[in-house]
């Protein structure tokens, strides 16, 4: 499961972290540096997916 995840990572971040923790801090600071920038959005899902 964790391989579809990082796959959503690359593709949505948001979709990525929403799938691993649901709608919360992490989520809505990943939006945020999505926003900012796609690579710091992508680095931030993939460290969260790792996380847990």
Same mark, same amino acid.
Do not use: E, S
């Given at each position: ?8 990572? $690359? &593709? #949505?971040?948001? @979709? !990525? ?13 990943? $939006? &945020? #540096?999505?926003? @900012? !920038? ?15």
């Amino acid at each position: 499961m964790d391989i579809i995840r990082i796959i959503f990572a $690359i &593709l #949505l971040p948001p @979709l !990525g972290v929403f799938l691993q923790v649901g709608i919360g801090m992490h989520f809505w600071l990943n $939006i &945020l #540096l999505t926003i @900012l !920038g796609y690579i710091p959005g992508i680095v931030h899902a993939i460290w969260v997916i790792a996380k847990k």
